[in-house]
């Protein structure tokens, strides 16, 4: 019953299915979420608990893949650009192309809507395999014993697990899609 108010919130009063634009944090720990009906393409803001995104989150992650233009579903494609706090990311519709649909999604947010995506419409995740690795030279001349090392040695480089990308030690989550690092 619960789900079937989140749906009625989610769709237009022409029966359309509202498209997610964009969803932004608030300052009181809600989010923001720019929708817009695809027949009669006026925005509209809806706001969201943070605190319930279990009730949500599956409706906004359909809403959210869907062209801004006919409200066909659209999967999932790789980010365009990111920001520390958001992610932006553009979908390809078969009859639109990528006019009116770049999406903004708060970067908390991200993650969790992908994996709804996958979950629900059985969308595998594109693995991006990370590059190899050069071996680090020891930095121990020929003839030196083992144990001394001339200079410094190499850090080891490290790549996100989610998308291949390279990350700096201390960073928590990948600039690139938003998983947290170990």
């Not at 989150?57 to 920001?83: E, F, H, I, W």
Request: charged letters at 25%; glycine letters at 6%; a positive charge.
């Amino acid at each position: 019953m619960v789900q079937d108010a989140i749906e009625a919130n989610f769709t237009c009063n022409c029966g359309a299915p509202l498209v997610v634009l964009s969803l932004e944090r608030t300052r009181d720990n809600k989010v923001s979420a720019l929708v817009v009906c695809p027949r009669h393409r006026t925005p509209q803001s809806l706001i969201l608990d943070h605190s319930a995104l279990n009730i949500w989150a599956k409706t906004v992650a359909d809403r959210l893949y869907r062209c801004a233009l006919c409200g066909y579903q659209l999967n999932p494609v790789a980010l365009s650009a990111s920001t520390e706090s958001e992610v932006t990311f553009t979908l390809s519709c078969p009859k639109h192309g990528t006019q009116n649909n770049t999406r903004n999604i708060w970067r908390v947010l991200h993650k969790r809507l992908l994996n709804e995506v996958r979950e629900h419409r059985g969308v595998k995740p594109v693995v991006k395999e990370a590059p190899k690795i050069p071996p680090i030279d020891s930095g121990v001349a020929e003839g030196a014993s083992p144990g001394k090392t001339r200079g410094f040695e190499k850090p080891i480089p490290k790549f996100c697990e989610e998308c291949g990308k390279r990350f700096r030690p201390g960073d928590g989550f990948c600039l690139k899609c938003g998983a947290k690092l170990d």
